[in-house]
């Protein structure tokens, strides 16, 4: 009989009190941007927004204690001024940033590859006032947060945004975070500075890509965007002045490390119309034929450990929407989902121009107990994504803690990338998630205000509304990852824990990651899919990079739809994914629009499957499966895709720019299902799940960059408290080479 996974059977059920946060309010802040009119607050006044609408929003100075029995979804979220910001939808414009220099916290910088090494960046005012040559490659951050490599002597071809006139190497960097912020995605990875043009103009100019550098005949001084410059494995640093320059390709022949005896080695991107940035080199087998994958061995790194950060951005609690009492009622209802905006009140926050002198310390390091645990790979840093989360104060090894707060969402990102050695991971929640100085969070995953407005009146009594992470990341471009969140109705008896999980449609969430804040999720769509269609996405899919590479914006997103038997296929181009009404469904014979019902046999992969991911394997030349099943025998099984010749993506040597490989995937058959990892059990003998692969972690060793190495990550039930320093789960690690 098949069992389906206990995270839809056990949920977080505590009593506990909601304290009060004690942080002082902003002060004297006046801020203009499209969108807001002014704020202004006084020490001892609540922080009033007023919205060029008209509308008025005032923020009380504290939330009332109380104590609720049963399910608990956390406090009222509060609001600040980056989220009022954020939720207008517009840029700001130049002459609204301020000049003010943001407080340098030193961090942990993932170098994105083999070699963790830890950097403290300094801050951008701290930086010599001659950069080249004596500081080439120095690490720093922005006035907005951003972190920064120099680059001495080099220019990037090809690639010029715009050149303006600044005052000082400074003003250039931040000219780089403006363009970017105005234009909302990441447009602007590198700027150059020439110091010798200062009375002359132009003096400073942006650059879209380093994919061609050559030495600069000036002596410029430059800046790439940290995690472009490590993930390119390109070169960035030229040669100072009167030395010779050497700027080799990465297009190579080389020896494979593998069974094959050369390898094909190239870079992912080139220069496009689809805005593209450069990613990491791949390297493929030298095989006309696929590789049938075979394991090699295994290593057990252990459960994770939590490290939160010590900040948070200090603001106070706001009012929500007030519901009528006929929208109080036990049951679904849809309009709550997709009858409000998106709430600004809950979400991760950003540290930037906004927020960053909004900086206080948390009174309380929380003790965390989470359930899940997919994540994936975005913009350098390596992300744990989880669904419920509960917040604990006062945790030690003997003695459990005081209930905080419950969100259905949360984030964390590895530092120190531990399993490189071998050795269980750290996770690091960041500064935006907390909404107060004790350690209760906003949640990752936003909600529209009719859910949460449900959720806050709701409490004590069992019934909420939830967001939950139930794939690993789909990337959609080099700064953005994909995840299809399920609108979950969470209907629990109080008297006998008894819980209804009612799945009542899908979302989108867009996720983006690199700032001091931590990885921040924006939910485009109140809602994308239907409660009674199938549940597109939510078992996660797979990215089909288009001729521009890895990291192009240009292909497609294919999307698993989970039903009885196997699973379905969906596709859309990866710029319309938030229309619906563009996605196209495989029929079992074409792709059509119209949408298959539940009961579809059109499976592109059969099986009693329940966590999954499907991959591209350079090193096999072609997709490889790795999935759990509904039975409770805590085992990771793969498949590979089998075929007459090797499966070459468009952008690799000897693809076909005009071919979507994705569509093997519908046009062969796989492979016989082979184990690729048995689990322990957890602590409490239950059988583990949300098990996923997270790609690229191992750099140019990783699965899926033509290595050999691939992170396994699942959830461990303990059996114990959640207030306990075990944790009611246990987020659980492993590594597997391939022959």
Same mark, same amino acid.
């Given at each position: ?37 002014? &704020?202004?607050? *006084? ?14 929003? #005032? ?11 049963? %399910? ?20 700001s414009t130049d002459n609204h940033l301020p000049a003010t220099r ?13 070699? !963790?090494?830890?950097? *403290? ?9 001659? +950069? ?30 715009r050149s303006t006139t600044v005052n000082s190497f400074t003003e ?35 650059? *879209? ?12 001084? =430059? ?61 493929? $087998?030298?095989?006309? %034929? ?11 790194? =252990?459960?994770?450990?939590?490290? !939160? ?10 009012? =929500? ?22 709430s600004p009140l809950t979400g991760v926050l950003e540290v930037n ?14 003790? +965390? ?33 005081? /209930? ?30 907390? &909404? ?8 990752? $995953? ?38 299809? $969140? ?42 994308? /899919? ?20 890895? =990291? ?14 196997? %699973? +379905? %296929? ?5 710029? *319309? ?37 499907? /991959? ?6 072609? /997709? ?58 957890? #602590? ?26 691939? #992170? ?28």
């Amino acid at each position: 009989m098949p069992i389906r996974k206990p995270r839809l059977g056990q949920r977080y059920l505590q009593t506990g009190v909601q304290g009060n946060a004690d942080g002082t309010n902003l002060a004297n802040a006046t801020i203009t941007a499209p969108g807001v009119l002014q &704020s202004i607050q *006084s020490k001892n006044e609540p922080l009033a927004l007023v919205l060029q609408d008209g509308q008025h929003l #005032l923020h009380k100075s504290a939330y009332t204690e109380g104590q609720h029995q049963g %399910m608990h979804h956390h406090h009222p979220d509060k609001s600040s001024i980056a989220s009022q910001v954020a939720a207008t939808g517009l840029p700001s414009t130049d002459n609204h940033l301020p000049a003010t220099r943001i407080t340098h916290v030193p961090r942990q910088v993932n170098q994105g590859s083999s070699n !963790p090494t830890s950097t *403290s960046a300094p801050a951008e005012s701290s930086l010599p006032t001659s +950069l080249c040559p004596g500081h080439n490659g120095t690490v720093f951050r922005s006035s907005s947060g951003i972190t920064y490599e120099t680059v001495c002597a080099i220019d990037y071809n090809n690639a010029l945004l715009r050149s303006t006139t600044v005052n000082s190497f400074t003003e250039c960097v931040r000219d780089c975070d403006i363009y970017n912020y105005n234009a909302h995605k990441v447009t602007c990875v590198a700027v150059l500075f020439a110091q010798s043009h200062a009375d002359r103009d132009p003096n400073c100019y942006l650059k *879209s890509s380093i994919l061609h550098p050559s030495a600069a005949t000036d002596n410029l001084e =430059g800046a790439v965007r940290y995690s472009v410059a490590q993930a390119a494995h390109l070169p960035v640093s030229g040669t100072t002045a009167g030395s010779s320059s050497s700027i080799s390709s990465t297009s190579t022949i080389s020896p494979s490390s593998s069974s094959h005896s050369q390898s094909s080695t190239s870079p992912t991107t080139s220069p496009s119309s689809s805005g593209t940035v450069s990613l990491p080199g791949v390297t493929y $087998a030298d095989s006309n %034929m696929v590789v049938a994958p075979k394991i090699a061995s295994t290593k057990l790194h =252990g459960p994770s450990v939590n490290r !939160p950060t010590s900040q948070y951005i200090q603001y106070d609690p706001a009012d =929500g929407v007030s519901l009528s009492r006929s929208l109080l009622q036990v049951g679904v209802n849809g309009d709550l989902s997709t009858g409000y905006d998106i709430s600004p009140l809950t979400g991760v926050l950003e540290v930037n121009i906004y927020t960053q002198n909004a900086l206080a310390p948390l009174r309380n390091t929380p003790h +965390l107990s989470r359930d899940g645990g997919r994540g994936g790979y975005i913009n350098g840093q390596h992300l744990f994504l989880f669904s419920d989360t509960g917040s604990y104060s006062g945790t030690t090894s003997s003695q459990n803690g005081n /209930f905080l707060d419950f969100v259905s969402s949360s984030v964390a990102v590895d530092v120190g990338m531990n399993a490189l050695s071998g050795n269980p991971i750290t996770l690091q929640d960041g500064i935006g998630e907390w &909404s107060d100085n004790v350690g209760r969070q906003r949640g990752f $995953a936003p909600l529209t205000q009719g859910e949460e407005a449900y959720n806050i009146a709701m409490q004590g009594q069992g019934q909420r509304y939830a967001v939950w992470i139930e794939s690993s990341i789909i990337p959609l471009d080099a700064e953005t990852g994909l995840i299809y $969140a399920p609108i979950v109705y969470d209907n629990v008896n109080v008297v006998t824990r008894a819980a209804v999980f009612t799945y009542t449609g899908n979302t989108i969430l867009r996720i983006t990651a690199g700032g001091r804040g931590g990885p921040v999720a924006r939910r485009p769509v109140r809602k994308l /899919f239907d409660q009674d269609q199938p549940e597109w996405g939510v078992a996660g899919g797979l990215r089909s990079w288009g001729p521009s590479g890895i =990291g192009g914006t240009d292909g497609r997103v294919y999307l698993f739809g989970g039903v009885s038997g196997g %699973m +379905l %296929m969906a596709r859309v181009a990866a710029d *319309s994914i938030e229309n619906r009404d563009v996605y196209e469904y495989w029929n079992g014979g074409a792709w059509s629009t119209i949408m298959p019902h539940n009961d579809s046999k059109a499976f592109f992969i059969e099986g009693p499957i329940m966590d999954i991911d499907v /991959f591209y394997s350079p090193r096999h030349m072609t /997709f490889i499966a790795v999935y759990l099943t509904i039975y409770a025998d805590s085992t990771f099984y793969y498949r590979y895709l089998q075929s007459n010749s090797s499966i070459i993506p468009s952008y690799a040597p000897g693809g076909d720019q005009h071919y979507d490989c994705a569509e093997t995937l519908l046009q062969n058959n796989w492979s016989d299902e082979q184990v690729l990892y048995k689990a322990k059990t957890g #602590l409490s003998g239950a059988f583990i799940y949300s098990g996923g692969v997270h790609l690229r972690y191992f750099g140019a060793d990783d699965i899926s960059n033509g290595g050999s190495r691939m #992170l396994l990550s699942w959830t461990a039930p303990t059996g114990k408290d959640p207030a306990s320093a075990t944790s009611e789960y246990q987020i659980v690690t492993a590594e597997v080479d391939f022959a």
